[in-house]
Every structure is written in C-alpha cells, then in structure tokens.
C-alpha cells in the first residue's frame, strides 16, 4: 500500500529497550505530533508529563504492577484527560465551567487517546517502539501524589518509549469480519470465525512461549473481563471532580 499504512499494520508492543538516549529533537517532534491530534471543539483536554526523575519512575513502576520497563525504558509519558485548564480559560473570560459531566470526561478522556495514539506512531516512525501502561490505574491516587495532579485532571495510562531490543512477532488482531460491520450491528457467523481465531491465537502463544503458555483469545478476555475491573476507578474519578452527572 503505503509506507504509513504498513507502518500502522506492523505496530508491535516493545518492551525491552537499548540503553540509548532518545535525541531531543525526535522527543521534541513526538509531542508535536501528539498535538497534531484531532481534538474535539479544539478544547485540547490533554496533558503529557515527561517523567525523568528516578525515584518518580521506580515509584510508578511499582504501583502499576511491578513493571520494571516503566524504570529501564528511555522516555516514559503520562497521558491525562485535563480539563483544569478548560477552567482557567472560563475563568479567564469571567465565566464558570460546568463540572462533573460524563461528556467532559469523555471527551477529555478521548482527546488524551487520540493525542497518545499519535505520539506512538510518530515514535514508530522514527525508529523507536513503545507499550501503554495501563497499570497507572491500579493506584490513581498515588500517581496523581508522585506527579502532583490537581483536581480536573487524572491519568489515562502511561507510555513506555526507546529503541527495540526486542523483536516480537506481530500479534494477529480480530478477523476484520468480526470487527467491521455495513449498515447494522450483526453478529451472524462471528461464532465461527472467532472460535477460528481462538485457534490461531494459541499457536502464537504456543510459539512466542516455547509451549509454555496456550491461551485462546476468548480464554484471555473472559478471565480478564468476569472480575471486577478496577473498581476503585468510580470513586477515585468522583474525588478529581468528574463526576458524571
């Protein structure tokens, strides 16, 4: 097709890096491209903070489940939905935000995404590769200390980014049929082609594990989604002010 779309299509999460430096000027263009990102009503609900400081890093490695390339890896970002800075502009103008709307908090929650999603092709780009760490959000709390986040604002997940020394195989996705309907939601034969890249799956978890490991893809997702899923999100949510009237 085209270098962008093979680009896309080859995306893989990287989680072991060379011990190299980002250049500055390659870090400058990923925020930059980051900012390029369709935002909604040009409101730019986002913040992206560079975490550099050591001692930042081992903290938030620990809190998001013991992921030691959160410490390893050359850049390590956080992505917020911001809306404090929406505030400050109707302050600015003499006005008051409405707060705690589940509309704000998903169009700051999307523009964060879109920003994010931005910020790791260009980093692919260039060379370089990268994972999302959702685990930030097993203890939000304690993120919004170390980073100190004010109200109106909470952290999305966090992005591990730096050279490859890794080459995992590419992770086949969903067959497009299953994800890409015309005109009506319609499940008609997605039982059959799920139940066939349930199979597929396995054998690239038999591979990349030398056996060890043999989960289907439906195996994955109904461990993962028939526990409670991080529960204390509501709460914590409620107390950075997006409540969701």
């Known amino acids: 097709m085209n270098e962008t779309i093979n680009l896309l299509k080859a995306h893989r999460s990287i989680r072991k890096y060379k ?3 980002i250049e500055d000027e390659k870090i400058k263009a990923i925020i930059e491209c980051a900012q390029s990102a369709s935002t909604s009503s040009f409101i730019q609900a986002y913040t992206i903070i560079s975490v550099k400081d050591k001692e930042k890093r081992k903290s938030i490695a620990y809190f998001s489940g013991e992921q030691s390339y959160v410490e390893q890896c050359p850049l390590f970002l956080v992505f917020c939905a911001d809306l404090n800075r929406n505030k400050i502009a109707c302050e600015t103008n003499n006005k008051t935000m409405e707060e705690g709307y589940t509309e704000a908090f998903i169009l700051a929650t999307t523009d964060a995404t879109l920003a994010a999603q931005n910020a790791m092709i260009a980093a692919e780009s260039l060379g ?3 994972v999302y760490i959702g685990g930030i959000r097993n203890k939000p709390s304690e993120i919004c200390k170390i980073l ?3 109200s109106s604002v909470y952290p999305v997940f966090g992005m591990c980014i730096g050279y490859p020394d890794d080459n995992p195989d590419k992770k086949e996705r969903l067959p497009l049929d299953v994800v890409f309907k015309t005109d009506e939601y319609n499940i008609d034969g997605d039982s059959k082609r799920i139940e066939q890249y349930d199979a597929k799956t396995m054998a690239y978890y038999k591979k990349r594990t030398d056996g060890k490991r ?9 461990s993962m989604m028939s526990k409670p899923q991080r529960p204390h999100m509501k709460n914590f949510l409620d107390n950075q002010g997006f409540k969701m009237k």
Request: glycine fraction near 12%; aromatic fraction near 6%; avoid cysteine.
């Open 19 to 21: 011990n190299q430096p």
């Open 128 to 130: 370089l590769g990268g």
């Open 148 to 150: 100190s986040i004010p």
């Open 214 to 222: 043999s989960d289907t893809w439906t195996s994955q997702v109904s």
